[in-house]
């Protein structure tokens, strides 16, 4: 199946500073990237749509000034969590779709672990 | 109401064991469903898509029932290595909706 590589799989930041997750696709082109976000125990909590070139779709309830995502090219999204606060801790996942036989099944990151002290 | 529910489990059955799991979605326009597997602190990743005519993988089989809007999941003679948590997915016009999953461990 289709690759998607998600970097860096831990961090560890002070409370205040941002982190940067990307979210790569390595052998197709993604034209349609998600970030999810999932707590302890609970389910994946959408927060974004981006497509390639355009603004990112923010869902309800997610500072899009917050979570800065970047779309520039069919192979790469990047998440950027902007001051962060020990709340922001949690597991982010990007899933990506897109491919010349685009069937709709979503690929999956690593996924990136936050933790704000 | 939740988009998609699930029974948070855990289940725990002994290997060999038959286990069933459900899930209800809420959205009677929802056009494709699937379970996925998770694992701990892993990503999530596709176990199967359910067709309405029902559709059987291996020892893994899932039914869609439209009229009920509920999707099911049996496996049968349980590995301990399907020891996850089995989530629930629907799709709408555009997005998946995740349910909360299903704990399952398989024991000895």
């Known amino acids: 199946g289709a690759v998607v590589s998600q970097h860096p799989s831990w961090v560890i930041c002070k409370s205040g500073t941002s982190v940067k997750i990307e979210c790569r696709s390595l052998?197709?082109?993604?034209?349609?990237m998600f970030w999810y976000r999932q707590f302890p125990k609970q389910s994946l909590m959408l927060m974004a749509t981006s497509n390639e070139g355009s603004k990112a779709t923010y869902e309800q309830g997610v500072e899009k000034d917050k979570f800065l995502i970047n779309h520039a090219s069919l192979t790469l999204s990047t998440l950027t969590v902007t001051s962060a606060h020990p709340e922001d801790s949690s597991f982010y996942i990007c899933?990506?779709?897109?491919?010349?036989?685009?069937?709709?099944?979503?690929?999956f990151g690593e996924g990136s672990r936050l933790t704000v002290l | 109401r939740k988009e998609v529910e699930q029974d948070p489990g855990p289940f725990n059955v002994p290997e060999g064991a038959t286990v069933a799991f459900n899930c209800t979605y809420s959205?009677?326009?929802?056009?494709?469903f699937f379970w996925y597997r998770q694992d701990c602190r892993k990503e999530p990743k596709l176990l199967m898509s359910?067709?309405?005519s029902g559709n059987e993988d291996g020892r893994f089989t899932a039914q869609l029932n439209r009229a009920s809007q509920y999707i099911s999941l049996l496996i049968r003679d349980s590995k301990l290595s399907d020891s996850a948590t089995y989530l629930c997915?629907?799709?709408?016009?555009?997005?998946?909706?995740f349910g909360t999953g299903t704990r399952l461990l398989v024991s000895p």
């Open positions: 899933s990506a779709r897109g491919g010349t036989l685009d069937t709709g099944e979503l690929f």
């Open positions: 052998d197709f082109q993604a034209t349609t």
């Open positions: 359910v067709y309405s």
């Open positions: 997915v629907v799709k709408g016009f555009q997005k998946l909706v």
């Open positions: 959205n009677s326009a929802s056009q494709s």
